[in-house]
């Protein structure tokens, strides 16, 4: 039950991401002013580098957390694969 919910926020986080991701998109085609822009771009940023902290710390936490013998890490699978 862990593991599912786990997987499941971790699934809702990326679709949340995507969904930022192409909103900010959308702002950046109709934003004329360079200080949104700006703005928008370093926004677009974060979001990746979100992205790219749920995707790495996931099958990290599997594969350390196992290694190191917690208790925790036998039951939340979080690789995608």
Same mark, same amino acid.
Not at 20 to 25: F, K
């Given at each position: !039950?862990l593991?599912?919910?786990f997987? *499941?926020?971790t699934?809702?986080?990326l679709?949340?991401l995507v969904?930022? @991701?192409q909103? &900010?998109?959308?702002f950046? !085609? ?6 949104q $822009?700006? $703005? *928008? $771009?370093?926004?677009m940023?974060a979001t990746? $580098?979100?992205? #790219?902290?749920?995707? #790495? *710390?996931g ?9 190191m013998? *917690?208790?925790?890490?036998e039951? #939340? &699978?979080l690789?995608? @694969?």
């Amino acid at each position: !039950m862990l593991e599912g919910f786990f997987q *499941l926020t971790t699934a809702l986080g990326l679709i949340g991401l995507v969904v930022v @991701w192409q909103g &900010d998109s959308l702002f950046q !085609m109709f934003t004329t002013n360079h200080e949104q $822009k700006a $703005k *928008l $771009k370093e926004h677009m940023r974060a979001t990746l $580098k979100s992205a #790219v902290t749920l995707l #790495v *710390l996931g099958p990290l936490y599997t594969v350390a957390g196992s290694l190191m013998g *917690l208790p925790l890490a036998e039951c #939340v &699978d979080l690789a995608p @694969w």
